[in-house]
């Protein structure tokens, strides 16, 4: 095949070549090729002349199907034979793996451990604590204030209650009923046949003296305050609905479902009575 001759040398300047599938860059030098080229020299030119230039040469002046089957059988390399990412070895690459190792601990593992297991036990040691201050000031602040538990306790002299009298008085915001009984109202209240009642109970668990009988002055039925020395048995009356109470506080008669409730207290002394 006869090459045209340019009408001047061609002496061009290098252009690089890259190959998309190894990455790898070729420079060549473009020359005047000869005027002929005999057809058993194509093979030594093939082998002499770089592959990518041959190539390159083949797409611009369209060579002969010898120089086809040669670029076929003499491919460039592939991502199978070359990988595509530059080395991990190269100055400057992002593919290197960071070194820790300066950053490695030289002592035990176990010691290490040890450490840990002593920061986490001390952490949730002080938030075990934190935690209960934070609830204890909490419970503080809701607690009740000094006036409401200085009215928790009652002190009542009893003997400024003649006998046969009931006394009134107010601890924690309700009445209290405090009767001072005769010896026939005793009798009187333990002579009832208690089995029977609606709220069945002893005048013996109801006072723990005789003669002094201490209840809350609630009627137990919506909570009206009864009248003393009325009703139906000698005790006392609810005139809101008519609850009859006897001389030991119980019901006898009426809506009212309960006894009078009898509130904690207790002797001290022979003549002191307290409530609470």
Request: aromatic share 8%; glycine share 8%; net charge neutral.
């Amino acid at each position: 095949m006869k090459w045209p001759r340019p009408a001047q040398p061609m002496t061009g300047p290098v252009i690089p070549i890259a190959s998309e599938s190894s990455g790898s860059n070729f420079d060549f030098r473009l020359h005047p090729p000869s005027a002929s080229l005999p057809s058993h020299s194509h093979s030594h030119a093939i082998a002499d002349t770089p592959l990518a230039v041959n190539c390159f040469t083949m797409s611009l002046s369209s060579a002969s199907s010898t120089l086809l089957r040669t670029c076929a059988r003499q491919q460039l390399p592939t991502s199978r034979t070359a990988s595509p990412f530059a080395s991990a070895n190269e100055r400057g690459s992002t593919l290197k793996i960071p070194n820790f190792s300066k950053y490695q601990s030289n002592k035990n593992p176990r010691s290490n451990q040890v450490f840990s297991y002593f920061m986490a036990g001390t952490m949730g040691l002080a938030s075990a604590v934190g935690a209960k201050a934070t609830v204890q000031d909490f419970l503080v602040n809701m607690s009740a204030s000094a006036d409401v538990l200085a009215q928790a306790k009652v002190e009542i002299a009893l003997g400024a209650i003649p006998e046969g009298k009931n006394v009134i008085i107010k601890w924690r915001g309700k009445p209290v009923f405090i009767r001072h009984r005769t010896q026939g109202e005793i009798d009187e209240a333990r002579e009832v046949k208690w089995e029977s009642l609606r709220d069945p109970q002893a005048d013996e668990d109801r006072a723990q003296r005789p003669e002094w009988l201490v209840m809350l002055g609630v009627c137990t039925h919506l909570g009206c305050v009864p009248i003393g020395e009325a009703g139906d048995y000698g005790g006392w009356f609810c005139p809101c609905h008519g609850s009859h109470y006897d001389i030991s506080g119980r019901i006898r008669k009426g809506p009212a479902p309960l006894n009078l409730e009898v509130p904690s207290y207790q002797f001290p002394e022979d003549e002191t009575l307290v409530i609470g």
